[in-house]
């Protein structure tokens, strides 16, 4: 406990050296914050109220962010969106990692025709643009949020699975992984205390980035109305209902497109955050 303490302890104090991942860092407080106020509802309006009488009104005292087509407050419907958005890339991202992770090490640690399998059907998936898979699973499953965050899984699966394969495939020829073997250690036990933390790092760190991705995935899917659905709050979704609007009611598209840009930009910069912090190399140059 007390080498995993120090590791935990070195790791956080990299990280706090990194401007990236102190800005990264504060962004995404701000995130949970935000998505904790819309999930408890602790928002000036209910983000699917309507009122005819505040049709496109502009930001003021009152609302804000100002008011949509519909009278709905949009402050209240961009930090309910942000909590859909994230939850949904949570869920995809999360099932990606568990399923990529799993497939991964066992393919590099197995080897032979798994391996072969694993690869060849990752490289399958890779072979299509992500947006255009996730538009065509998408829409043989359904729109519904747990739908778009399975789509959305599968297409982050194979990375996941490369992050994982690569490590294991250079950690099992290491002496002391022999050495496990030759003493009689499972499988299972050699994959869990030796193989394992090999692959912690990169994967921490390719979270945090496809956690990015996958919120611009959601948006991209909600934006072609493929995604979250009316009258529901979605980043991508408020974007597309305001490309009409935006010459007149500039309010309607800037806040949307500025907390899609204020929450890619936050992962990301704790993914450069992670990576500093993770890295030896970059520690010692």
């Not at 995993?4 to 706090?16: N, T």
């Not at 699917?48 to 407050?73: A, C, H, I, M």
């Not at 060849?120 to 499953?141: E, G, N, T």
């Not at 800037?254 to 190399?281: E, K, Q, W």
Request: hydrophobic share 50%; with cysteine.
């Amino acid at each position: 406990m007390r080498r995993k303490d120090k590791i935990v302890k070195g790791g956080l104090h990299y990280y706090l050296q990194s401007t990236s991942g102190i800005i990264g860092a504060i962004l995404l407080l701000f995130m949970v914050v935000a998505s904790l106020c819309a999930a408890f509802g602790w928002l000036p309006h209910n983000p699917l109220d309507q009122n005819v009488d505040e049709v496109l009104k502009g930001p003021s005292g009152k609302y804000w962010f100002g008011t949509d087509q519909f009278g709905r407050d949009i402050f209240s419907r961009t930090f309910d969106g942000m909590r859909r958005s994230l939850t949904i890339s949570i869920v995809a991202v999360s099932i990606a990692t568990l399923v990529g992770v799993t497939l991964g090490i066992l393919g590099g640690y197995l080897g032979k025709w798994f391996d072969l399998l694993i690869t060849r059907l990752s490289d399958a998936v890779f072979a299509f643009p992500a947006i255009l898979l996730a538009l065509a699973i998408v829409s043989s499953l359904g729109n519904s949020w747990v739908d778009t965050a399975l789509s959305i899984a599968i297409v982050y699966t194979p990375i996941f699975i490369r992050v994982a394969r690569g490590p294991v495939l250079t950690a099992k020829e290491m002496d002391y992984i022999k050495v496990s073997r030759i003493l009689g250690y499972s499988s299972p036990r050699i994959l869990i205390k030796h193989i394992l933390p090999n692959v912690t790092a990169p994967i921490v760190v390719q979270i945090a980035l496809s956690l990015s991705w996958a919120i611009l995935t959601e948006s991209g899917l909600s934006f072609l109305g493929l995604g979250t659905q009316p009258p529901d709050a979605s980043l991508g979704l408020m974007v597309a209902d305001a490309q009409s609007l935006a010459a007149f009611a500039w309010w309607t598209l800037a806040f949307p497109s500025l907390f899609i840009t204020i929450v890619v930009v936050g992962l990301n910069l704790v993914g450069d955050g992670l990576r500093d912090a993770m890295d030896p190399a970059r520690r010692n140059s």
